[in-house]
């Protein structure tokens, strides 16, 4: 048993490249995990239906012809081929697998496979409570920004020099008193 469990480790890169998003949840096909347990799609299927009522709805859906259309074209590629719809299983599907496929191979696989689930979501956390965070501090940053920007307005005010009127009396536009006196002094 542990000689086949030790020859059959799956990278998480393998698992992880086969995990897809399909109604916002994390899947894994029946054909990925038919090649990932050494059996063929066919007979996962049959294990499957065999025991259909230990898999509800959120452990397990079958794709439906968009869906299938829209992984097609995602991946330019006929993922399964098959004449029936591919089976999607959640999280929960794919543990609930290990019982239906009694084989050491599906066993370690699964192990494997929720252990992947398991850190993706240690990782999702994190990678949440760091987008808090970065939030957090965008908001203060707008703060300081719109403080900043009042600052900087007032700097440039204080640099302008002031535009103040001379101080003195106004004299109201007369005419040019000078060149009247040198006329009266020039007819005298």
């Known amino acids: 048993m542990s000689k086949i469990k030790s020859t059959h480790l799956l990278a998480d890169e393998l698992v992880i490249d086969n995990i897809y998003i399909i109604r916002d949840q ?17 007979r996962l299927k049959e294990a499957v239906r065999r025991n259909r009522d230990r898999f ?3 452990f397990m859906f079958e794709l439906t012809i968009n869906e299938l259309a829209s992984l ?15 089976m999607a ?11 239906v496929l009694n084989s050491e191979i599906a066993i370690a696989v699964n192990i494997q496979i929720i252990r ?4 993706m979501r240690g990782l999702l956390t994190t990678h949440k409570d760091i987008l808090q965070q970065l939030e957090k501090a965008e908001k203060h940053l707008a703060i300081h920004d719109s403080e900043i920007a009042v600052i900087f307005e007032y700097l440039k005010q204080l ?7 001379r101080i003195g ?20």
């Open 56 to 58: 509800p709805k959120d």
């Open 89 to 99: 299983f959640t999280e929960q599907g794919v543990a609930m697998l290990s019982s």
């Open 72 to 86: 097609r074209t995602h991946f330019a590629s006929s993922k399964g081929g098959n004449r029936y719809a591919p």
């Open 159 to 165: 640099l302008e020099p002031p535009s103040r009127d």
């Open 116 to 119: 992947v689930f398991a850190r």
């Open 26 to 42: 994390k899947v894994l096909l029946d054909s990925d995990l038919a090649a990932l347990y050494c059996v063929e799609t066919k």
């Open 169 to 188: 009396f106004k004299r109201k536009s007369e005419p040019n008193l000078s060149h009247t006196l040198f006329t009266r002094v020039a007819i005298r």
